[in-house]
């Protein structure tokens, strides 16, 4: 029986198409948010040294890799969790960016969606095992544990520890990518969504959670990519946690200017069309 397939990207668009040689060239403008090291045969012999179980033949391992990114890039988000998967801790990074953000935007189901996060948080956790000085093997498991947390409601997470688990790997990513502008904003978010649900008091007392501390990471992620529709995108989801109506206009202005953004792939495409949404 045929696997089903994914829902398609719906925002085609040859820009997007980083075909040989443009991935290269592109990739510091792509990666700039995560910080992703561009996989070629060198970064990857690297890591098969540091772990010998994920493979062998690092050139054919980078050749896939950079066809992973290339297909997460252009928007086939299926295909690209598929070559993830299937390298293991070494894919585990574009394996869980596609389906994750697939999941956010084109998985309408709920259950469906929570589902998928659970997977993405088992992968997550093998990866982080696997390659422990890859600052995205954290960042991606704190990724797939806010993105869980999120589709089960913020209230159950903090119930089941999640929030620590959130902090820890971000805590992790920082420390070994200290312009990770990506897990900045999710920094960002983790004070707001905490002060939010709990409190001020509580989520300082309980989790170290505040509100100058989300307002100085998301405004931190801004500065270090202005161009990126989601680093506005949570600034005003942020914004909007702290403060609620007494800071709509400038919610408003972040979707605005993510809206504006021009998109470099399928992903940046993806938040741009939803904060037009949000805005029209």
Known sequence: MAKKGWAAFPHKDKAYDYA?????????????????????????????????KLGKDAAAIAAQ?????RDFHRGDFQQAHETGVALKAIGASVAIKAAGIHATYLVEDDDAKTS?????????????????????????????????????SIAKALAQGLAGKVRESLDKTLKLEPKHAEAMTAFGLYHAEIVNKVGGML??????????????????????TPQSPIAWIE????????????????????????????????????????????IE
């Open 203 to 224: 989520a300082k007392l309980t989790y170290g959670a505040n509100a100058a501390d989300a307002e100085k990471y998301l405004k931190a992620a801004l500065k270090l």
């Open 20 to 52: 040989g040689d443009k991935l290269a060239k592109a990739w510091p403008k792509l990666h700039a948010g995560d910080q992703e090291p561009y996989p070629d045969e060198k970064h990857v012999a690297a890591l098969l040294k540091a772990n010998p």
């Open 116 to 152: 998928r996060y659970e997977d993405l948080v088992r992968l997550a956790d093998e990866a982080a095992a696997a390659l422990p000085q890859l600052a995205n093997s954290h960042y991606r498991r704190a990724f797939a544990i806010g993105r869980l947390s999120q589709s089960i």
């Open 65 to 69: 890799l950079q066809e992973a990114w």
């Open 235 to 278: 600034y005003g989801n942020g914004l909007m946690l702290l403060h609620g109506e007494k800071r709509e206009d400038d919610v408003a202005e972040a979707y605005d200017k993510a809206a504006n953004c021009k998109p470099l792939d399928a992903m940046e495409a993806l938040d741009a069309h939803w904060a037009r949404e949000q």
